[in-house]
């Protein structure tokens, strides 16, 4: 009967140490974006439409955390988290098409910044930085591209802008793809 006590002490030491360190690690563990691509629909004789969100849309981090950026599921398709002002995220579908603020900042992610995107000027700077390290200013920039060699399909940033900040960003490859990082 004592050894039957004892063991059962042990065992409720042994959960709340699991316990306990389990959420210290999703503590550490930060926040997730995903990259999501619902494919393209269409109306005939109408439009097209290309069902690529980030997810969530809004993103809420405490200063310090890491943000992770990755696929959902793997695609042919390079993506970009970058922090844009608000007032450059595109509104209209001619926004969208000629998107400056795309153009300005992430195209530094380019083996070639002055050169289109494609197969023989790929991504091959990963992270951007402006102002302090980290997500913190307009102009930071990470990208994923799993058709890259080696592959790049998560990448992962803290965000050190201060508490009350909120981020504004796209992807300049698909500057549809908007969304919004509150800081607390
Ligand atoms: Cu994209």
Redesign the pocket.
């Known amino acids: 009967m004592r050894y039957l006590n004892w063991c059962f002490v042990l065992v409720l030491l042994g959960s709340s140490l699991f316990v306990a360190s389990a959420f210290g690690s999703s503590r550490d563990k930060g926040v997730v974006v995903k ?1 999501k691509d619902a494919g393209v629909t269409m109306s005939p004789n109408k439009y097209i439409q290309d069902n ?1 969100y980030f997810s969530p849309g809004t993103i809420e981090v405490k200063s310090g955390q890491t943000l992770t950026f990755e696929y959902e599921k793997k695609t042919m ?4 988290l970058t922090i844009v002002k608000q007032g450059d995220l595109p509104k209209t579908g001619a926004q969208v098409e000629n998107c400056s603020a795309c153009q300005k900042l992430a195209t530094g992610h380019l083996k070639n910044p002055k050169a289109e995107p494609g197969p023989s000027n790929p991504i091959v700077h990963w992270t951007l930085n402006k102002g302090k390290p980290g997500l913190d200013t307009v102009g930071d920039s990470i990208a994923i591209d799993s058709t890259a060699k080696p592959a790049h399909t998560k990448n992962s940033i803290k965000v050190t802008a201060k508490a009350g900040t909120t981020l504004y960003f796209l ?4 500057p549809w ?1 908007q969304g919004k990082i509150v800081v607390k």
């Open positions: 990259a690529m398709e390079p993506h970009t992807c300049a490859v698909h793809m």
